[in-house]
T-cell receptor
Framework: ETGVTQSPTHLIKTRGQQVTLRCSSQ?????VSWYQQALGQGPQFIFQ???????GRGNFPPRFSGLQFPNYSSELNVNALELDDSALYLC???????????FGSGTRLTVV | GESVGLHLPTLSVQEGDNSIINCAYS??????FIWYKQESGKGPQFIID?????DKRQGQRVTVLLNKTVKHLSLQIAATQPGDSAVYFC???????????FGTGTQLKVEL
């Protein structure tokens, strides 16, 4: 059984640029969620995808968007990067009923 | 609004002692709770979960207790080891919801 994998592990971007982060869900999981974790804080829910559609969204602006593919993998896209977007971005997969939440190791994004 | 918080930001214990990490939640609709361990530079690692129809659940060296009357959750780690040093988060899921709400975390330090 493979776990949740994310890429890249680290990324440095300039303010105003766009970024795409990728996630492969754990085998058997069809739901993917994205979280933002600022330094010293708990993860904050960005959104969730199920059956290739957004299935719930947290308090994040529209410049945060995502995709889910038929193989359940997912992308997180952030446009017009701001300095405050610097954080660890975590992907989690789960079964449809919301149990078995498993996180990846995250992508550390630094915006300069 | 809903929130999950932790009473102690830092907990220091001696190796071999038992550790207790506490968590308060405010959403009475929460039906599922998870404890995660997060080491520096890594994603949250699942430790143990509990559903709201249970009061206690045990794993290997860990026990989670849920008191719905006072909206309190605790994680007990038996015979704490240096490898247990990390930040511990409790997370809750509101009934029928699709996201986890995390607290800010407790830093557990194991002293030799």
């Amino acid at each position: 059984e493979t776990g949740v994998t994310q890429s890249p592990t680290h990324l440095i971007k300039t303010r105003g640029q766009q970024v795409t982060l990728r996630c492969s869900s754990q085998s058997g999981h069809n739901t993917v969620s994205w979280y933002q974790q600022a330094l010293g804080q708990g993860p904050q829910f960005i959104f969730q995808y199920y059956r290739e559609e957004e299935n719930g969204r947290g308090n994040f602006p529209p410049r945060f968007s995502g995709l889910q593919f038929p193989n359940y993998s997912s992308e997180l896209n952030v446009n017009a990067l701001e300095l405050d977007d610097s954080a660890l971005y975590l992907c989690a997969s789960s079964s449809r009923d919301g149990y078995g939440y498993t996180f990846g190791s995250g992508t550390r994004l630094t915006v300069v | 609004g809903e929130s999950v918080g932790l009473h102690l930001p830092t907990l220091s214990v001696q190796e071999g002692d038992n550790s207790i990490i506490n968590c308060a939640y405010s959403n009475s609709a929460s039906d599922y709770f998870i404890w995660y361990k997060q080491e520096s530079g890594k994603g949250p690692q699942f430790i143990i979960d509990i559903r709201s129809n249970m009061d206690k659940r045990q794993g290997q060296r860990v026990t989670v207790l849920l008191n719905k009357t006072v909206k309190h959750l605790s994680l007990q780690i038996a015979a704490t080891q240096p490898g247990d040093s990390a930040v511990y988060f409790c997370a809750e899921r509101a009934g029928g919801g699709n996201k986890l709400t995390f607290g800010t975390g407790t830093q557990l330090k194991v002293e030799l």
